[in-house]
């Protein structure tokens, strides 16, 4: 299927570019790599396959002493770019705070559809549950902080997995509303319908955890992305109570935030 021509909308697309708005992001994206391969150095993780395929892996980086929570970290790149080794680099702080950190990986497209990826988040999710009983949040940021939405609107019942108990979820400048994108772009690689992208849009779907969804995005970001929180929020009130502007952090810093967030939630 190609992409029809007159959904390409130069403004849409330059609003959800964040590493052509943020100056130095292909330098912040290598100092991600270098940062995370010292922590890797420092805290070997174990990788755990919640999956058959080649990238349904965990890394898990265990605190000293015992867990007081589990938080499952999934990365962003528009679902087409980057794997877990990269995203190491969050977990010190969380690891000093207690907290068990499982970075995700997942299949990247235009080899799979979105669909599969939120399916592999899923199954990710239900198998850190099981694995580790006890409080588990699901954070993510930009690609994964949608998925961490999709997964709190998760019919666990309907997708063959136990009930999964959140205690609680976090999206940094996530997407929850990809109608947008079907005019940037990303539709080449995404191909999402109409139907699919509403279909896969946490802000028409409903939460089915109680608990809380933490809504946060850099204050620094596009007007869209702030849009997108916005949208969230609106959908799920009493779950997402509200938009979090993170002062002075664009799209690429957002993440730095994690810990503070996950604190609230353990509250």
Known sequence: MTQPQNLFDTATNDEYMPSRRV??????????VRKSAAVRETFPPVQLAYGTGEHERLDVFEPEGEARATLMFIHGGYWQAFYKETFSYLAPPLLEAGI????????????????????????????????????????GHSAGGHLAAMIHSTDWAAEGFPDVKLTGGIGISGLY?????????????????????????PAFLHPTSASPFLVAVGADESDSFVWQSRQLADAWPGVASGVRLLLGRHHFDAPEDLLALALELLK
């Open 23 to 32: 100056p130095d992001a292909d330098a912040i994206v290598a100092a991600w």
């Open 100 to 139: 068990r950190v499982a970075v995700m990986s997942y299949d990247l497209t235009p080899a799979v559809t979105l669909a599969q990826i939120t399916a592999q988040a899923r199954q990710a999710t239900a198998f850190l549950a099981t694995q580790f009983p006890g409080p588990l949040i699901v954070a």
């Open 177 to 201: 509303d990809l109608g947008p994108l079907r005019r940037t772009e990303l539709q080449p690689v995404l191909q999402l319908s109409e139907i699919e992208a509403r279909a896969l849009s």
